[in-house]
T-cell receptor, first 113, second 114 residues
Framework: GAGVSQTPSNKVTEKGKYVELRCDPI?????LYWYRQSLGQGPEFLIY????????DSGLPNDRFFAVRPEGSVSTLKIQRTERGDSAVYLC???????????FGPGTRLTVT | KNQVEQSPQSLIILEGKNCTLQCNYTVSPFSNLRWYKQDTGRGPVSLTIMTFSENTKSNGRYTATLDADTKQSSLHITASQLSDSASYIC?????????????FGRGTSLIVHP
């Protein structure tokens, strides 16, 4: 079946703009995770969802970052007033159950100019 | 502060050779340790997962070991292939109740030359 998909694959935006990044998890996976990966670094945990609710958002760097998963499937990561330091690859992963093996999407490369 | 340190930072080997990547961590207590392979421009793909009670896990030519006493793990790749060229990331996770706290290493960049 289809894996985790993320759109767009690349996003270039100007400093101060608002962006939305989308993640389509594997069908039936209840847990969904967002990570951020800067160049030469390992992924950094941002938030995870169990169903529709954000079960742990302790990794979100500040209140400019917000994520939703209204129907327990697709998730959107929203970044307000983007800064150049937000430039990174944003990875999404899903797992059948919380704590289970995670399947990653290809990521969205965000560049803030 | 929980940390995961990987070594070497990068490694170049010839096709057919074996290699071992290292992961040292200070995360405690931890629920599981995973090794991922990440090809350039792609998301990570899980290779192995071990709980604290397991000390070895194999997946084809990949064998991971874990010493929970010394807080060290290694990933051994046997008979390397060109397609093994990638970044290998060690992740130590604490899973407790509804809390999920993964700590990622920076990865080891492996290049396999023909």
């Amino acid at each position: 079946g289809a894996g985790v998909s993320q759109t767009p694959s690349n996003k270039v935006t100007e400093k101060g703009k608002y962006v939305e990044l989308r993640c389509d998890p594997i069908s039936g996976h209840t847990a969904l995770y967002w990570y951020r990966q800067s160049l030469g670094q390992g992924p950094e945990f941002l938030i995870y969802f169990q169903g529709t609710g954000a079960a742990d958002d302790s990794g979100l760097p500040n209140d400019r970052f917000f994520a939703v998963r209204p129907e327990g499937s697709v998730s959107t990561l929203k970044i307000q007033r983007t800064e150049r330091g937000d430039s990174a690859v944003y990875l999404c992963a899903s797992s059948l159950t919380f704590g289970g093996e995670q399947y990653f999407g290809p990521g969205t490369r965000l560049t803030v100019t | 502060k929980n940390q995961v340190e990987q070594s070497p930072q990068s490694l170049i080997i010839l096709e057919g050779k074996n290699c071992t990547l290292q992961c040292n961590y200070t995360v405690s207590p931890f629920s599981n340790l995973r090794w991922y392979k990440q090809d350039t421009g792609r998301g990570p793909v899980s290779l192995t997962i071990m709980t604290f009670s397991e000390n070895t896990k194999s997946n084809g030519r990949y064998t991971a070991t874990l010493d929970a006493d010394t807080k060290q793990s290694s990933l051994h790749i046997t008979a390397s292939q060109l397609s093994d060229s990638a970044s290998y990331i060690c992740v130590v996770s604490v899973v407790s109740g509804g809390s999920y706290i993964p700590t990622f290493g920076r990865g080891t960049s492996l290049i396999v030359h023909p």
